[in-house]
Nanobody, 128 residues
Framework: QVQLVESGGGLVQAGGSLRLSCAAS????????MAWFRQAPGKEREFVAA????????YYTDSVKGRFTISRDNAKNTVYLQMNSLKPENTAVYFC?????????????????????WGQGTQVTVSS
């Protein structure tokens, strides 16, 4: 199994920044890629960004391109999500997830079925 622990969430004003971290432990060698998803109250969990461990290839949902940056530290088995220019609509619980393989069809990263382990989530609240 792989254990994932998110941190870095909190309350920030619109226009502010936060950096989320996701530390992986356990059978991390079975992880090929990591992603961030978010879920707002009453809404489905949605893809935010993903990154592959080996090549560092990144994928983003359109609404965060240019504002959010996903990165990884292979030595620490940790993935980060730097979020800038935050908006109230970015308020959600943010989850990290790990995928057992690299997908050549990028659309596979966008759905929850491509991931086998999930963290507990960290709350991000953006006030207007």
């Amino acid at each position: 199994q792989v254990q994932l622990v998110e941190s870095g969430g909190g309350l920030v004003q619109a226009g502010g920044s936060l950096r989320l971290s996701c530390a992986a432990s356990g059978r991390t060698f079975s992880s090929a890629a990591m992603a961030w998803f978010r879920q707002a109250p009453g809404k489905e969990r949605e893809f935010v960004a993903a990154i592959t461990w080996s090549a560092g290839t990144t994928y983003y949902t359109d609404s965060v391109k240019g504002r959010f940056t996903i990165s990884r530290d292979n030595a620490k088995n940790t993935v980060y999500l730097q979020m800038n220019s935050l908006k109230p609509e970015n308020t959600a619980v943010y989850f990290c997830a790990t995928s057992p393989r690299v997908y050549y069809n990028r659309k596979t990263y966008y759905g929850t079925n491509g991931y086998d382990y999930w963290g507990q989530g960290t709350q991000v609240t953006v006030s207007s």
